[in-house]
Every structure is written in C-alpha cells, then in structure tokens.
Nanobody
Framework: QVQLAESGGGLVQAGGSLRLSCAAS????????MGWFRQAPGKGREFVAA????????QYADSVKGRFTISADNVKNTLYLFMSSLKPEDTAVYYC????????????????????WGQGTQVTVSS
C-alpha cells in the first residue's frame, strides 16, 4: 500500500508563500485520487484541495480558491500544494491523502474517502 510523507511546512508571514510536497512510495501503480487537508488546533480536519488520479480535474475549498494550487509530478510520485497570499487563518497541520473512489460522486472533500494519510506538516502564518 502507498506511504505518504509531507514536507515543506514552516513559519511564514502573512502574504507570503509556501510549497508543500507529499512524496508517495509503495503501491503507486494504483489510480489514487489525491487530496490535501488541514487541521487547526481545536478544530476538525478540513478539505483544502484534491486532484483526480488522471490530473484532469482539481477541486478547491472556497477558502483557498485562487490562492492555492494543487499539482503533481508523476515521474517523482510527488504531490504539491503551492500556497500564496497566506493568511493567519491558514495556520494548521497540513496532511496529504490518497484514496480510491468515484471522483464523479463529488465526494473528494470527505476524509472518509481517503485510506492513506501522511504524518502532516505544520504551517504557521504570522500576522
């Protein structure tokens, strides 16, 4: 089965940018849809962005639309999340996830659709 490892988090000032990476290993031949989620202290894990396995479709939470971009390098088996115009409310632990489900069902935003998760990387945005 696939293992996921995030990196690239850190401390950044409001208005700045960061690029998160998620390296996938093992089981990468499967057609996994990939997602980024985040969890702020005291809050539940929330959807940030998702990419269909083919790369044809991407989806974003309204709160990050126009500021974040999800992409992937299939040769490197790496998923990325480029974050710009960061706000203090973007502060959270960011997780990447992989799942096999029907993209057309429109449930890519649900944590229950993803079977594999990374350990998370902390992003802190200072005001």
């Amino acid at each position: 089965q696939v293992q996921l490892a995030e990196s690239g988090g850190g401390l950044v000032q409001a208005g700045g940018s960061l690029r998160l990476s998620c390296a996938a290993s093992g089981g990468t031949s499967k057609t996994y849809h990939m997602g980024w989620f985040r969890q702020a202290p005291g809050k539940g894990r929330e959807f940030v962005a998702a990419r269909s396995w083919s790369g044809v479709s991407t989806q974003y939470a309204d709160s990050v639309k126009g500021r974040f971009t999800i992409s992937a390098d299939n040769v490197k088996n790496t998923l990325y999340l480029f974050m710009s115009s960061l706000k203090p409310e973007d502060t959270a632990v960011y997780y990447c996830a992989a799942g096999v489900f029907s993209w057309l069902d429109g449930t890519y935003y649900s944590t229950s659709k993803y079977d594999h998760w990374g350990q998370g990387t902390q992003v802190t945005v200072s005001s």
